[in-house]
C-alpha cells in the first residue's frame, strides 16, 4: 500500500488538475467560481501536505478558522442576478458534480485514515480539518447535483439557506 501522505499529495494534485479543468469546461458562472474555488482549497490543501511530508511544522491554529461552505457564501452572495439566472445548464456538469463527489469522498476517507494512523497530535487534528474541508466540498458538490436534477424545488430550499 502507497504512503498516506504520498496518496494524499497526489489525490491533492489530481483534484486541482479536476477542478482545473471543470472550471475551464463549464459556461455556467456559479460551477466555474465553485470549482476555481475548490482548486484554491485543493492547493492550499497540497502546501499544508507538502510541508508536512518535509518535516515542517505545520499549526493547526493556521488553518482551522477556513470553511470552503462560507467562502462559496460569499462567492454566490457577488454574484449577479443574471449570472444565478444563468448558472448551470449542461448535462455533462452532472457528471463532472459525480466525479467530483466521487474525489471528494476519497479525500475525506484518506484523511480521515491518516488521522487515525498519525502519532503526533496537532497533525492528526489538521488531517480532521482537511477531511472536513472536503466534506464540505462534497455537500457543496451534492447541493449543485440537487439543483442541476430538479431546479425548481432547490431555488426554493437554497433561497432560503444563504442570503442574497
Known sequence: MANPLDL?????????????????????????????????????????????????????????NYSPKENLKTIFSEMSDEDKKESVKAASDIDALQVAMDMERKGYDQYMNAAKAADD???KKIYEKMAGEEKEHYELLEE?????????????????????
Open 8 to 64: 494524499a499529495i497526489k489525490t491533492e494534485k489530481d483534484g486541482i488538475e479536476f477542478y482545473t479543468k471543470a472550471a475551464n469546461d463549464t459556461d455556467d458562472a456559479l460551477a466555474k467560481k465553485m470549482f476555481l474555488s475548490f482548486v484554491e482549497d485543493e492547493k492550499r490543501h497540497l502546501e499544508i501536505l507538502q510541508k508536512i511530508s518535509c518535516d515542517e511544522y505545520v499549526c493547526i491554529a493556521d488553518i482551522e
Open 144 to 164: 449543485a447535483k440537487s439543483y442541476l436534477e430538479d431546479t425548481g424545488n432547490w431555488y426554493m430550499w437554497y433561497e432560503h439557506k444563504f442570503p442574497t
Open 121 to 123: 497530535e496537532e497533525q
